[in-house]
């Protein structure tokens, strides 16, 4: 029984996929404050994708238009946030991250270098562990949760930083193991509907579903306000709302499954701008 549903789920979900562009073959050009942002780039050679192409790309003009003014675009209200937390003491030590770090600015090419391997933890590390640590050896102050409204706010002022940067993720020496991992996650077929990223991000990519186009998946965008829940979306809720959507029991945020996920899809995207902060469905 378990079987013929699973057939038959999957069965709707191709019916459900269409053809339609998702976009003018000229009509990818991004600009925020007169400043160009690359939606396209070269893959690395050997890579999966015979192009790269910005989540933006694949969005209506009405929510691409969102994104190209920061006064029009509505993450920036969560920006203003982490600039009032950046500020804000907090915890044991009487300190505020700006007591360490005068100007948020010195954080400018960080974003696009994560997740990376942190020589003196032994381990592969996001942006979110980063801000945690200094929180609790730094400022004597509680951890964030990984996926609250407190740690989106950080890491998209942190990731703003770096706008217009290229993802430049490293793959090998001692994140060589995660990436495998990672990669095997990514092309694993899992849940009711037994499906993997792949079929959907790499397979169908620009094929229409449920009133939408289906992207690249890539994460160069993240931190993004997503339109459907209007708050600010970070990197492992959407893998956990992906996993959700094809019946599969999710990673927990944090964890290093989906830590060797996030390595793995942001090297898919090595080349392209980072946008954070984005404006997607």
């Known amino acids: 029984m378990k079987k013929l549903l699973s057939t038959v789920a999957c069965g709707l979900v191709a019916m459900s996929l269409g053809q339609a562009a998702f976009a003018d073959a000229d009509d990818h050009k991004l600009s925020v404050d007169g400043v160009a942002i690359s939606t ?3 893959p690395m050679e050997g890579g999966p994708l015979d192009e790269l192409i ?3 790309r694949f ?3 009405e929510t691409q238009s969102l994104q190209t003014d920061d006064f029009d675009n509505p993450s920036f ?4 946030d982490g600039e009032a937390l950046f500020a804000a003491v907090d915890g044991s030590e009487g300190k505020s991250c700006s007591n360490c770090h005068e100007d948020v600015a010195e954080f400018a090419g960080l974003r696009p270098t994560l997740p990376r391997w942190n020589e003196a933890k032994g381990k592969l590390y996001s ?11 730094r400022m004597g102050a509680d951890k964030w949760k990984w996926t609250g409204s407190n740690m989106t706010a950080m890491t998209s002022l942190i990731s703003l930083q770096s706008r217009g940067m290229p993802i430049s993720v490293a793959t090998d020496g001692p994140v ?7 990669k095997e996650i990514f092309y694993t077929r899992v849940g009711q509907l037994d499906m993997a990223c792949a079929n959907c991000h790499e397979d169908n990519y620009g094929a229409y579903i449920r009133a939408d186009h289906l992207s690249q998946g890539q994460i160069n965008g993240f931190p993004t306000y997503r339109l459907k829940n209007a708050k600010m979306n970070s990197i492992h809720a959407r893998f956990k709302g992906c996993m959700k959507n094809i019946r599969a029991e999710p990673y927990k945020p ?8 996030e390595l793995y899809v942001a090297s898919r995207g090595n080349g392209l701008s980072v946008e954070s902060p984005s404006v997607r469905n």
């Open 59 to 61: 969005r209506s003009k």
């Open 54 to 56: 910005s989540g933006w």
């Open 40 to 42: 396209d780039a070269k």
């Open 254 to 261: 944090g964890s290093a499954e989906f830590q060797a996920l």
């Open 176 to 182: 060589a193991e995660a990436y495998e991992q990672g």
């Open 127 to 137: 942006m979110e562990q980063y801000i945690n640590d200094c929180r609790v050896d």
């Open 77 to 80: 209200v969560f920006v203003e």
